[in-house]
């Protein structure tokens, strides 16, 4: 084993974090707002370190901004701050982590609306959020919480400890999941329950679509469905067909993550399966040919975990290793190039 390894690994559009097994963290890709935390501005294809940042339990990598969760339950940011997003109480941006104001009891952290408001869920269930909102402060009226998460469609959805899931902001194509779209009803301000979902173990939020873990190891998703044949509404002015319910797409998971146009789960058996664009390969299985059902992700057979960026997506392996695939223009594979790459390459710690 490695002298530091992975324990965990969180994918943006253009970057992506590691915490280590010291926990410290470990950014690479894109760096022009400072979202890689080293003190520059330059962009880096392998991973650089954190600057100044120790006792880190849980990362998230946003557009153009990261955060981390401290063992004490506070929470740091770096990177872009134009809306206020590492929440310093300021609008500067930081090269390096910067303490979030008044939150001292936090359990998880999640992005919020647009991509440029974060969140944590505190400790007895309720949600905290800064940055930009847009009139969307769904989070205010959360209990029981347990994670979030949330896509650059702006949609955030909450998990909660009951087994439910809470979901509001824009709802394009119905990922809101309250059986309506934006053509049928406003963007919703206040958390909307997803009523079918009753014994959920994870939520992932895409940019126009949302998917649950359930109970049994299924993965359903609601919203944009990438050409799954079950379709119940239309998006985009009629352009993408869309379900404002719930619907199947594989069983036997037991993680599930979403990106921009493409999600993925862990199996049991420790493989790792994608589906929806492949443009740049992130489904990982060697083509860039879209998927609208999932395809195994190359040979890949002891992932403990998976997260999907823009249009890359990575796996933390057994023994920490972390193997990324896809869209690799600001070196967010972390191979030490900058190429697109259709299979899963490892990054160097």
Partial sequence: M?????????????????????????????????????????????????????????????????????????????????????G????????????????????????????????????????????????AFGWQAVTGAVALSRGEGSVECALLGT???????????????????????????????????????????????????VGDGTVECWGQTFGQPITACTCFGGQAPCSTEPFSILTGATTVAAGAYHACARLEDGSVECWGDNTNGGLGDGTTTYSPTPVRVGNITDAVDVTVGGYHTCALLSGGVVECWGANKFGQLGDGTTNDSGAPVPVSF
């Fill in 88 to 135: 310093d109480g300021t609008t500067v941006d930081s090269a390096t982590p910067v303490a979030v104001s008044g939150v001292v009891n936090a359990i998880d952290v999640g992005g919020g609306f647009d991509g440029f408001q974060m969140c944590a869920v505190l400790a007895g269930g309720s949600v905290d959020c800064w940055g930009f909102s847009n009139g």
């Fill in 163 to 213: 087994g439910h899931i809470d979901c509001w902001g824009n709802n394009y194509c119905g990922e809101i999941g309250d059986g309506k779209t934006n053509e049928q009803a406003d963007s919703s301000t206040l958390p909307s329950l997803v009523e079918t979902v009753t014994d959920a173990k994870a939520v992932a939020v895409g940019d126009f679509f949302t998917c649950a873990l």
């Fill in 2 to 86: 490695p002298y530091r390894y992975a324990l965990a690994v969180s994918a943006s559009y253009t970057h992506t974090c590691a915490l280590l097994s010291d926990h410290t963290v470990a950014c690479w890709g894109y760096n022009a707002h400072s979202e890689l935390g080293n003190g520059t501005t330059t962009d880096s294809p392998t991973p650089v370190a954190v600057s100044g940042l120790k006792d880190v339990t849980a990362i998230t990598a946003q557009n153009f901004y990261t955060c981390a969760l401290l063992k004490a339950g506070t929470v740091a940011c770096w990177g872009d701050n134009r809306f206020g997003e590492l």
